[in-house]
């Protein structure tokens, strides 16, 4: 079944945008019934990457699930050298798209590693975008 944001993504040859991919991404995510979805600015804290997201999802074939979604996803939108790390055991996925990278989670585990706190400053916590910030529920 494909959902109306879905389908809305469109399918170019190459995702030269970042802010394009990291609202596709964000749709991606929240057609899978990802969780607590953060978005982390990087600008300015490091150089590996501008955007960081991270998700949870409810079991270990959730993460899995979400993040072959994603890999097929991203490469469809022309995202070249996605590397995915983690995906024997889907407790944390990570997801290198270049300019954006995409950490899911089961929850225990996210809460364990706590990356919102490590990635976010004082005075930046972090958002969905909508408002929740970085260690809020969505």
Known sequence: MVSKRSAAIPNTENASSIEHLLNAVEII??????????????AGKTEIADHLIIASGTSHRHVGAM???LYRKLKGLGVKNISVEGNDQCDWVLIDGGDIIIHLFRPEVRQFYNLEKIWSGPAD???DRGGNTAGGTA
Request: net charge negative; proline share 0%.
């Open 29 to 42: 995510l929240e057609d899978d019934k990802a969780e607590q979805t953060v978005v982390i600015e990087l």
């Open 67 to 69: 993040a072959d979604h």
């Open 125 to 127: 916590e972090g958002s």
